[in-house]
């Protein structure tokens, strides 16, 4: 497992699973299960995703203790403007039935983000947070956390994929050590990504699918990827991306194949009510 470390001192799997669009029950349940059994040790959450306690329940069920498994979960929106920062974590904790989380990261750049990411240093405090972060954040609303704040978020979680690099936003936050997540890393299902021809050429050549190039291509650039499946031989699938490397030159084939194109809003053009 390769990992990235946080604020000098939190690792955390360059890989996790994904939870996005799952149904709750069993779906959530057996995927990390699954995922758990692969390798994963990292499950990537949210409130808005209604199903933190099936994650919850498949680790505690699971033969791996919690301090070896890494959990991410998100505030969403109507609790960053209702300034509800410490009820939120507390629900998030009682459906994850765990004592902390070790990433805790403001879901959308809502109105009330700067007070929320004050509460949420005063949580870590607490240590019911081992690191904080950000999600969908431009680069002047991070500027605007560290002006008001004078903290900088340990991670910020983008959309990225080989037809949206994000190539601005990666650099300012590897400059200035904010650890990039890279959602939806394999397009999110939705569009013909997967089906691009350098993808599958790439693929052949190193005997991979585009999938696993796609997440390969995220972990070359210094970024946590965390594919979404409910299918166990596509969760194996995809946590077997380390035993190859990408050439130079099939790197910058891929960037290449950048058009700006997202699957979910700009975080500027996002309607929050
Ligand atoms: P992904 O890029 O992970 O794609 C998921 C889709 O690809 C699903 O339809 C899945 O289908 C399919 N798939 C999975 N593995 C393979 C494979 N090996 N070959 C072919 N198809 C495959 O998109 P997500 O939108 O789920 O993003 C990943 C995660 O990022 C989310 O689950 C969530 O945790 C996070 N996220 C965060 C957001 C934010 O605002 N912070 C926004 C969106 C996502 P199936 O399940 O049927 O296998």
């Known amino acids: 497992m390769n990992y990235l470390v946080l604020d000098g001192n939190v690792r955390m799997p360059q890989i996790g699973l994904g939870v996005f669009r799952n149904p709750k029950g069993k779906d959530t349940q057996n995927a990390v299960k699954w995922a758990l059994e692969a390798g994963y040790r990292h499950i990537d959450t949210a409130k808005a ?6 994650v919850g329940l498949a680790i505690k069920e699971s033969p791996f203790k919690r301090k070896d498994i890494f959990i991410t979960t998100k505030i969403y929106n109507e609790d960053v403007r209702s300034l509800r920062t410490e009820a ?3 629900r998030s904790l009682e459906l994850l039935q765990t004592d902390y989380v070790d990433l805790y990261l403001i ?3 809502a109105e009330g983000r700067v007070e929320t990411f004050k509460n949420m240093i005063k949580l870590r405090e607490e240590n019911k947070i081992r690191a904080i972060g950000v ?5 002047a609303q991070i500027k605007e956390l560290k002006e008001k704040t004078s ?4 991670v910020n979680q983008i959309e990225i994929h080989p037809y949206l690099t994000n190539n601005d936003v990666v650099s300012f936050c590897q400059d200035n050590g904010i650890v990039v997540t890279a959602y939806k ?10 089906q691009n021809k350098v993808l599958n050429e790439i693929g052949k050549t190193h005997h991979k699918s585009s999938a696993q190039i796609a997440l390969r291509w995220g972990i070359q650039r210094n970024c946590i990827v965390i594919p979404k499946s409910t299918h166990k031989n596509r969760i194996i699938e995809n946590f077997n991306i380390f035993d190859f490397e990408l050439t130079t030159e099939e790197v ?3 960037n290449n194949l950048n058009k700006n194109l997202r699957y979910l809003s700009h975080p500027d053009e996002f309607p929050f009510d």
């Open 49 to 54: 995703y209604k199903n933190e306690y099936d």
């Open 88 to 90: 939120a974590l507390k």
């Open 107 to 109: 879901h959308w750049p």
């Open 135 to 139: 999600s969908n954040f431009t680069i």
């Open 151 to 154: 903290i900088l978020p340990a």
């Open 185 to 194: 890393p394999m397009g999110g299902g939705d569009g013909d990504l997967l």
């Open 252 to 254: 910058q084939r891929i």
